[in-house]
Structures are given as C-alpha cells and as structure tokens.
C-alpha cells in the first residue's frame, strides 16, 4: 500500500516562511510528476505548484508564482515546498500528489495524479 506523507506545515506570521515535505510510505513506485495543491472550507482545491521529477521542470499557480518553489530529492524519493513570504491567503489545507506514468496533461490538473497525502494545515496570521 502506497502512503504520501506530508509534514511542515503549521502557524505562521504574515510574511514568514514555511517549507512542506511529502515523502512516500509503503510501497515504492517511480514517480512523473508530483503537485501541491491547496483547500479552503468552502471552495475548490486549487493547483499551487508542480514538478516533473525526470527534468525538474515546474510550474506555478499565478498567486504564488516568486514566493513559492517546488523541489525534489531523488534519493529521498521527497517533494518539498518552500513558501516564503507568505500570505494569509495563503491559509489552507495543502495536500501533495503523485503521478506514476507519463503524461502530456498539464500539471495544474487534479485528474493527472494518482496518489494524494492526508494534507497538512497551513495558517498564516496578519
């Protein structure tokens, strides 16, 4: 059985940072791409960043495009997000997923991954 693991997240001040981590438990698979998305109670989850681990290739949610980063670590087999001055908009749930097999669909699209974390808080305070 496959698990994304998230950690990092937590209270923050307004401009202060934060970075997340999703690691893989159970078992192992190769992995496409992987992805931060976001939720708030009441609306949609909403694409924030994503990463073709063969490449290292990102993309970004405009609202976060300069202060956020993706990243991974091969040997870790673990996708970071770094979230620098950091908003309280941006407080939400965040949620890490992985895609298995290659795929020319953009990243910023929920359908494309097939394992997601429990997700992990992330409050910023004004």
């Known amino acids: 059985q496959v698990q994304l693991v998230e950690s990092g997240g937590g209270l923050v001040q307004a401009g202060g940072s934060l970075r997340l981590s999703c690691a893989v438990s159970?078992?192992?698979?190769?992995?496409?791409?992987a992805g931060w998305f976001r939720q708030v109670p009441g609306k949609e989850r909403e694409f924030v960043a994503g990463?073709?681990?063969?490449?290292?290739?990102?993309t970004y949610a405009d609202s976060v495009k300069g202060r956020f980063t993706i990243a991974r670590d091969n040997a870790k087999n673990t996708v970071y997000l770094q979230m620098n001055s950091l908003k309280p908009d941006d407080t939400a749930v965040y949620y890490c997923?992985?895609?298995?097999?290659?795929?020319?669909?953009?990243?910023?699209?929920?359908?494309?991954?097939?394992?997601w974390g429990q997700g992990t808080q992330v409050t910023v305070s004004s």
């Open positions: 990463i073709k681990w063969g490449d290292g290739s990102t």
């Open positions: 997923a992985r895609r298995v097999t290659p795929t020319a669909l953009t990243l910023a699209s929920q359908l494309i991954y097939n394992y």
């Open positions: 159970g078992r192992s698979f190769s992995t496409f791409a």
